[in-house]
């Protein structure tokens, strides 16, 4: 079991910028996983935002391409998405995942709050 938490939704206006961060516990081997953030509204589905594999590489969804960065600190066992120029339709849930292969499906955290309002 890998217990996953996030942190650093918020609110801003559009044009902001927010960061997210993902902690994992220290109970395994952290540097294998794929890691990644998704987000959801009311009534979608969720869909994936970023990943980022064991050796780095990098997949955004393509309406955040140029926008959002995913970063992962292993020493730290944390990932980051850098938010930058937010818009409206950017609101949602954000969550991060992890799993040993890409993409990462299997562990979850409990989410985190975004909301940018024009």
């Known amino acids: 079991q890998v217990d996953l938490v996030e942190s650093g939704g918020g609110s801003v206006q559009s044009g902001g910028s927010l960061r997210l961060s993902c902690a994992a516990d220290?109970?395994?081997?952290?540097?294998?996983?794929?890691l990644g953030w998704y987000r959801q509204t009311p009534g979608r589905e969720r869909e994936g935002v970023a990943t980022?594999?064991?050796?780095?590489?990098?997949t955004y969804l393509d309406s955040v391409k140029g926008r959002f960065t995913i970063s992962r600190d292993n020493s730290k066992k944390t990932i980051y998405l850098q938010m930058n120029s937010l818009r409206p339709e950017d609101t949602a849930m954000y969550y991060c995942?992890?799993?040993?292969?890409?993409?990462?499906?299997?562990?979850w955290g409990q989410g985190t709050q975004v909301t940018v309002s024009s």
């Open positions: 995942a992890a799993s040993v292969e890409c993409p990462p499906q299997k562990y």
């Open positions: 220290s109970g395994y081997e952290y540097s294998p996983y794929c």
């Open positions: 980022i594999d064991s050796d780095g590489s990098t």
